[in-house]
């Protein structure tokens, strides 16, 4: 049978991580954090410059191979076997990975990998282009979308819960900077697919939006 792919895009902080993870633990199928992968090789090529020649960024990234092992919410991605770890969760390294983003030759060697663990396993895969390029026949695709504002408050929200102050204009600029570069690159700009489901979430709850999207997914549960 072919595998069942939901996909689920968004601009930075909008709840994507959170929503993919819960949507495959309830479909019982395996999660794919796109914006991963690119934290990992921006994480591994550092630094890259515009003028890194492009075939030095694919000389360096060809090699490697991406997996998931398990399901669900705890659906691991793992490079060469070895589990991505937390290092790459930093705002730098989110920039980083925005700015390798727009490089072709790294979104080839992506959309391969991506679409290879497609074709492998039933998936709910999270990205910018998910629904645009990388699985442009997923049986269910979902675009998430809050004004910059919402997705800062909240960032700004979750990491006071975490005992970590934060500062709102600083993050509130990060998000500016990532949206603008992600959604202007010439390559696989962020915007939703003509047969996305969009969920404007800046009124919703977690549960809120996650009912939303278990409704558009239902014909498949
Ligand atoms: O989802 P995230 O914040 O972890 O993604 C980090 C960056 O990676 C994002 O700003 C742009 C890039 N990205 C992309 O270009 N295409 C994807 N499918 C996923 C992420």
Not at 129 to 154: C, E, N, W, Y
């Amino acid at each position: 049978m072919t595998p069942l792919v939901v996909t689920i895009d968004g601009p930075a902080g909008v709840g994507k991580t959170t929503l993919a993870k819960r949507v495959a633990q309830a479909m019982g199928v395996a999660y794919l954090d796109t914006g991963a992968m690119f934290r990992v090789l921006a994480l591994r090529l550092s630094p890259v410059s515009a003028d890194t020649p492009t075939e030095a960024v694919s000389g360096r990234i060809g090699g490697l191979d991406f997996s998931l092992r398990g399901i669900g919410a705890d659906t691991a991605l793992l490079v060469d076997g070895a589990p991505v770890g937390d290092e790459i969760r930093t705002e730098a390294v989110a920039y980083a990975a925005s700015t390798l983003a727009t490089r072709p030759e790294v979104r080839a060697v992506l959309l391969q990998a991506q679409q290879r663990i497609g074709r492998g396993v039933s998936l709910v895969a999270e990205g910018r282009d998910m629904g645009t390029v990388v699985f442009p026949a997923a049986a269910h695709k979902i675009f998430l979308d809050a004004s910059p504002q919402v997705r800062a408050v909240r960032r700004v929200e979750q990491l006071a819960a975490m005992g970590q102050p934060a500062d709102l204009a600083a993050i509130l600029a990060d998000i500016t900077r990532r949206d603008a570069q992600d959604r202007t690159r010439a390559e696989a700009p962020l915007r939703p697919a003509p047969d996305a489901v969009i969920i404007d979430t800046s009124d919703l709850d977690i549960d809120g939006v996650f009912a939303r999207i278990m409704a558009a997914v239902a014909p498949s549960v």
